[in-house]
């Protein structure tokens, strides 16, 4: 099924992005715990509310940093996707998945 697990990350098309905002939530929470950062809520977000698309950008590649900063990890710049743009947010999504991907292999078994 997709959906499960962090491979739901790789849901996020505008079509998809209930299934993509649930994963991702839910993998930021699971991450934030285990690395005692801060916890952004990053869902729900109104994709066609700029303000709204504004805040979870901002938060959302905020989170990333301050995880990449805990694990010493690079990651890409998260604060930009036109979501009107479907390769752009396709783009976005792949980069996103990857830092998820990186996190995972560097959490503790649970």
């Given amino acids: 099924m997709p959906g499960v697990g962090i491979s739901g990350l790789l849901e996020g098309t505008r ?3 209930t299934l993509f905002a649930a994963v991702h939530q839910s993998h930021h929470a699971l991450v934030a715990s285990a690395t ?5 809520i990053i869902d729900p ?6 303000y709204s698309r504004r805040v979870f950008l901002l938060d959302h590649a905020r989170a990333h ?3 990449n900063l805990f694990f010493g990890t690079a990651g890409p710049d998260l604060s930009e996707v036109d979501f009107d743009d479907p390769k752009d ?7 996103n998945y990857t830092d998820h991907s990186v996190w995972q292999g ?5």
Avoid at 36 to 40: G, I, K
Avoid at 89 to 95: G, I, Q, S, T
């Fill in 15 to 17: 079509q998809t992005w």
């Fill in 36 to 40: 005692s950062t801060p916890h952004f």
């Fill in 45 to 50: 977000v109104n994709l066609d509310d700029e």
């Fill in 65 to 67: 940093q301050l995880i």
């Fill in 89 to 95: 947010l396709r783009a976005w999504v792949d980069l």
């Fill in 106 to 110: 560097l959490l503790p078994p649970s």
